[in-house]
């Protein structure tokens, strides 16, 4: 990556300096591997060790600023946005992809059937986030018809900017490149096969992120990216790249009311506050689905997300009493191995 002098086009503000520890400088984290960090600063690139402070929690992750003092990190600043999902299987354990963004673009594919409810959840994950979300639908070349393609997916995504493009020909990267802009930090999220890797590729300007042929069957291809790893864009804009996620797990209901907005809105409608959306009298969002104006589907999935946030809060409760309990048990195991004292 190009050695960059100024801080501002890394994403650094003044207003971070009063979180700098005394006497240390600030790092952006551009990858993350088993301890060793790349981090970028106004020398450039260098790789340098992370302290067991820094390492323990959810830090650090890509995006991250972390202070720096004789070569090492020594501590990581305080996230302003995060994207953060659920690891993988049944936990309460939470995963930070990307730190400190500006934006989320969730990438899907316009080749094959539309995955609308795949697109949902991603929203829902990167509203939660705090940083903005814009949908990216790319292999516009391998669609037949690309505006109803757009308007498909922007009907499940209320409030967010819908662009189509092509890593191909071309077309619509001039129209992401211009949301990107110098300092702004974007992260691609997706699934395997949507094209991300060939993304960064076309919007850096050059090979960053191995890609691999696509399937002439449907069109979709394997994403060769392996680690998150932040990309400096020829505009000054940066992009994380991260690989395909098989389970996008929520970690709280933040980002719903924002992805459901149009079934939200339905919902404050109903004339009963506690309604269940089911048999009660004045449902508004059961009148909506009857006359064509919310899609069922789309009602279940709002439905499935609450259901699937509010058992990850009650794990991440559990996890957090069993934590505190194990607590307790070793503070009283230290005491009683205390020597008795004499008189």
């Known amino acids: 990556m190009p050695g960059v002098t100024d801080l501002a086009l890394l994403g650094w503000t003044p207003d971070r300096v009063a979180e700098l520890p005394g006497g240390t400088g600030p790092a952006r984290v551009a990858r993350v591997d088993r301890g060793l960090l790349t981090v970028l600063d106004g020398g450039g690139e260098q790789r340098v060790p992370a302290t067991s402070a820094v390492q323990a929690g959810t830090g650090p992750a890509v995006g991250d600023w972390v202070a720096l003092r004789d070569g090492r990190a020594v501590a ?88 189509a493009v092509s890593s191909v020909t071309g077309e619509g990267l001039d129209a992401v490149r211009a949301r990107v802009g110098a300092g702004w930090t974007a992260a691609l999220v997706g699934p395997s096969g949507a094209g991300k890797s060939s993304l960064v590729n076309a919007l850096a300007g050059r090979a960053v992120a191995a890609t691999r042929e696509i399937r002439a069957a449907d069109g979709r291809g394997r994403h060769t990216t392996t680690a998150r790893e932040l990309h400096l864009l020829p505009g000054g804009g940066l992009l994380v790249d991260t690989p395909g996620m098989r389970e996008l797990g929520l970690v709280d209901d933040a980002g719903l009311e924002a992805a459901y907005a149009d079934v939200e809105e339905l919902a404050a409608g109903c004339r009963f506050r506690d309604c269940a959306h089911r048999t009660e009298p004045g449902c508004a969002v059961a009148a909506a689905i009857d006359d064509g104006r919310l899609d069922p589907a789309r009602y279940t999935a709002w439905r499935k997300l ?5 058992r990850q809060e009650l794990r991440a409760d559990a996890r957090a009493r069993a934590a505190d309990h194990a607590r307790v048990r070793a503070l009283h195991r230290a005491q009683r191995a205390r020597p008795a004292r004499t008189r």
């Open 76 to 163: 990581v600043l305080p996230r302003r946005t995060a994207f953060t999902r659920v690891l993988a299987g049944r936990t309460s354990g939470e995963q930070v992809v990307a730190a400190n963004l500006d934006l989320v673009l969730v990438v899907e594919a316009l080749a094959g059937e539309a995955r609308l409810r795949r697109v949902e959840r991603y929203l829902t994950v990167a509203w939660g986030s705090g940083a903005r979300p814009l949908v990216v639908l790319t292999k516009a070349d391998l669609c037949d018809d690309v505006a109803a393609g757009v308007a498909e997916v922007a009907e499940s995504a209320p409030g967010v900017e819908v662009l």
């Open 306 to 310: 609450q259901a699937e946030a509010y």
